[in-house]
């Protein structure tokens, strides 16, 4: 069973995890505030909020993100950045935000936000997880797997020319 | 926010949701690949189509067809 906190640590690692936080958003173009939060949260690792303005938004990065970097099989933290980064693209890219369905539901949200992650990340390891992140949305909602895939390579190669 | 969700209920999910179909994206992936790349350096297109075959890759399972053995002719035993 999962711990429900995460265990102690000093304040020097605090800092490294901020760092390290920081400079992987940096490097996939993130701006805004990046922070580091040693806490389990329930969103997976990290969490993005749209400012008023781009250099208010903000990244949260939580020790969630940290614990499933480590295991090795699971999302790496650049993967889960990658993510994150991918909403803020979704939220600030001129050409993107132009041709994105208004009201969009949850699910396309999240699709969109892993493929676009997926297209940013350094690592082709973290952008196939990505796809597969995108994949596993669309057949939970309902969509047939030979269809997702089918959508997802639309979307990727769209993707791949506004961007 | 990438979900709680772990990689490895992902992989088992979609592997579940491929055995259900039977459908093999990957090779029309593959055709369409080796079109784009056919006497032209890698674009950006067939970069993002690897990716999702490569991606692919990990949870279809790709049935290798056997080739039969050839039967060895009889062969006469040699006088030891």
Redesign the interface.
């Known amino acids: 069973m999962q711990e429900q906190s995460p265990k102690s640590i000093s304040a020097s690692e605090h800092q490294a995890r901020l760092e390290r936080a920081e400079t992987i958003a940096r490097r996939l173009g993130f701006v805004g505030r990046v922070e580091y939060r040693h806490a389990y949260s ?7 909020g749209m400012a008023a303005t781009i250099e208010q938004d903000v990244l949260v990065v939580d020790a ?1 993100a940290f614990r499933r970097d480590a295991t090795g ?3 790496s933290l650049e ?2 950045i990658a ?2 980064r991918g909403h803020q693209l979704l939220c600030r890219h001129e050409r993107l935000r132009r041709n994105l369905p208004r009201g969009m539901s949850t699910v396309t949200e ?1 699709v969109l936000a ?1 493929l676009v992650g ?2 940013i990340a350094e690592n ?1 390891r973290d ?3 990505l ?3 995108a ?2 949305e669309l ?2 909602s309902g969509m ?3 269809e997702a ?2 959508r ?2 639309d979307v ?2 769209y ?3 506004v961007l | 926010m990438i979900g709680a969700k772990k990689l490895s209920t992902i992989r088992k999910e979609l592997r579940a949701a491929f055995a259900r179909e039977k459908k093999n994206p990957i090779a029309s992936l593959d055709r369409k690949i080796r079109e784009l790349c056919k006497n032209k350096p890698a674009t950006k297109e067939s970069r993002s189509l690897l990716l999702l075959r490569d991606a692919l890759a990990q949870v279809v399972e790709v049935k290798v067809p056997r080739r039969r053995r050839r039967q060895p002719a009889n062969r006469a035993k040699k006088a030891l």
Not at chain 1, 42 to 48: K, L
């Open positions: 329930r969103f997976g690792g990290a969490q993005y969630e099989d699971d999302f993967a889960i993510h994150e999240e892993s997926s297209l082709p952008g196939q997880i796809i597969l992140k994949l596993s057949v939970e047939p797997l030979g895939s089918q997802v390579e990727l190669t993707l791949e020319a």
